[in-house]
């Protein structure tokens, strides 16, 4: 492999459902432990073998999953990218309130990672090849600058496997709107379950790959809330929004039955959404 | 609350899979560390407070789940139940194989537990309430038999939570035969989803809840052949191959396709199946 990107026919987009406040929070609750688990037993073993762990952080976005993971390298370091400088800037300042030292971050394309090959011990996407229109293209890439014997961790969701209760017909509208949108985007519905079939047509041995699921539940008043208000925030601006809009999705009165129909199931006290995400931990031959 | 159950108008069923040798196979795969993470921190707990504990599981079945609980009380007892006297057989012989002394087998219906009011610490069932009718008045007979501040913890499938990879139409159309016949057996399609729901409706207050989602994910070469095999044995003979053609779910040729999609799975390094579960640990007032 050679430090320039494999050459591909595939259309490439980018991340397409902006950084609008409500996109932001609804991120912003995520950290190690409640969505790399599948990648902390295998990075704390990495660290006893070599505390020094250098560790990347593909499509980082605002950074909490990156700040929360380099708690996990002492004596390593972790650099984090994502295509929006203006993201990265909300992700220092969320490193530096924290009083994390050890990560840096950096604006880069994660189709061109601008790093040599075999310079990280551990590289990791959490949500990022979803939302792209050549996830094998990126997947390359990541295994790159990946050294030999090192790991590549991705957790992606997999749209279709949503599950709310109660479920009214607006809830599961929205969800359709949802899946459209991030098709409209040039992103993947079905991510979560074809990580598998990515790593290997990347180039990996099955035997060089550990599979998971991982789920997020929210159900607790607290958890309702924090997805209902981020879903919400993202029918009322932003681009989820407008996308729905511009190609006919959706319209307003459709938008608004949705906005209702989140503010009631926050409001309920059995409802609970279900969400799985597939996992891969690869092993670089 | 009285040891005598609560009448309802609820029609009642019982378990509908049947016990041939595929489906026993199948369920023999589970084990407390593949089938119960979810609650084995609350037994550590427990076990730490009170060596002596007492644990109700309810629908063992072949009892790999329970013998493998049992060992998390070293000394405390594990009492398991079935509806089935003759799968309970099947469960002792692999307790006494396996060394298991802690535990012993009754049949019973969970419906009508036959212990006392408050006589256990912890109870659980796994995969049980998702094949009856009436699964609030199971759980509110879980809930007489725990004793005040004791456990009960359920997990239960949510079967429209399954996604497999290659997606075949064979593949799909096996996908809703096992959901009709989960529903042609008076069984429950959703139950996973629903369980935060059904423990408020059994009398719980949400603050004593708490709820999470668990995955089994099958793409090694050797979880395919367990899960592809046991699926082929269910089509083949068996309960679920019986109701499909008696109902006129499927027909001999589509059952036909369906294995040959089956054993295609098995082979392809690329494919694998994710399914979701509903959990839910109850504290009882």
Same mark, same amino acid.
């Given at each position: 492999?050679?430090?320039?990107?494999?050459?591909?026919?595939?259309?490439?987009?980018?991340?397409?459902?902006?950084?609008?406040?409500?996109?932001?929070?609804?991120? @912003?609750?995520?950290?190690? @432990?409640?969505?790399?688990?599948?990648?902390?037993?295998?990075?704390?073993?990495?660290?006893? =073998?070599? *505390?020094?762990?250098?560790?990347?952080?593909?499509?980082?976005?605002?950074?909490?999953?990156?700040?929360?993971?380099?708690?996990?390298?002492?004596?390593?370091?972790?650099?984090?990218? %994502?295509?929006?400088?203006?993201?990265?800037?909300? #992700?220092?300042?969320?490193?530096?309130?924290?009083?994390?030292?050890?990560?840096?971050?950096?604006?880069?394309?994660?189709?061109?990672?601008?790093?040599?090959?075999?310079?990280?011990?551990?590289?990791?996407?959490?949500?990022?090849?979803?939302?792209?229109?050549?996830?094998?293209?990126?997947?390359?890439?990541?295994?790159?600058?990946?050294?030999?014997?090192?790991?590549?961790?991705?957790?992606?969701?997999?749209?279709?496997?949503?599950?709310?209760?109660? @479920?009214? *017909?607006?809830?599961?509208?929205?969800?359709?709107?949802?899946?459209?949108?991030?098709?409209?985007?040039?992103? =993947?519905? +079905?991510?979560?379950? =074809?990580?598998?079939?990515?790593?290997? %047509?990347?180039?990996? +041995?099955?035997?060089?790959?550990? #599979?998971?699921?991982?789920?997020?539940?929210?159900?607790?008043?607290? %958890?309702?809330? #924090?997805?209902?208000?981020?879903?919400?925030?993202?029918? +009322?601006?932003?681009?989820?929004?407008?996308?729905?809009?511009?190609?006919?999705?959706?319209?307003?009165?459709?938008?608004?039955?949705?906005?209702?129909?989140?503010?009631?199931?926050?409001?309920? %006290?059995?409802?609970?959404?279900?969400?799985?995400?597939g996992e891969v931990v690869v092993k +670089?031959?």
């Amino acid at each position: 492999m050679s430090t320039t990107t494999t050459t591909t026919t595939t259309p490439r987009n980018t991340y397409g459902l902006g950084y609008e406040a409500s996109q932001v929070q609804h991120h @912003e609750w995520r950290t190690a @432990e409640n969505s790399t688990a599948y990648l902390l037993p295998h990075l704390r073993r990495a660290v006893e =073998q070599n *505390p020094g762990l250098r560790v990347l952080d593909v499509g980082a976005g605002s950074g909490t999953i990156s700040a929360s993971l380099a708690a996990y390298l002492p004596e390593g370091e972790l650099v984090a990218t %994502d295509i929006s400088e203006a993201i990265l800037e909300r #992700a220092r300042a969320h490193a530096a309130a924290r009083g994390v030292r050890n990560v840096t971050f950096r604006a880069a394309d994660a189709y061109a990672l601008p790093f040599a090959d075999a310079s990280f011990d551990v590289v990791h996407a959490h949500q990022v090849l979803c939302h792209l229109s050549a996830p094998v293209d990126a997947l390359r890439e990541m295994l790159r600058v990946t050294r030999p014997g090192g790991l590549v961790a991705v957790r992606e969701s997999d749209m279709r496997m949503w599950c709310f209760w109660p @479920e009214t *017909p607006a809830l599961e509208r929205f969800h359709r709107l949802a899946v459209d949108v991030m098709l409209a985007n040039g992103g =993947q519905d +079905k991510g979560g379950r =074809q990580l598998v079939s990515w790593v290997l %047509d990347a180039g990996v +041995k099955r035997d060089d790959v550990e #599979a998971s699921f991982g789920t997020w539940c929210y159900s607790t008043p607290e %958890d309702r809330r #924090a997805w209902g208000e981020a879903m919400i925030g993202r029918l +009322k601006e932003g681009r989820m929004r407008s996308k729905a809009l511009e190609t006919g999705l959706a319209t307003e009165e459709e938008i608004e039955e949705m906005v209702k129909a989140w503010e009631e199931w926050i409001r309920t %006290d059995s409802a609970t959404l279900g969400i799985m995400n597939g996992e891969v931990v690869v092993k +670089k031959a």
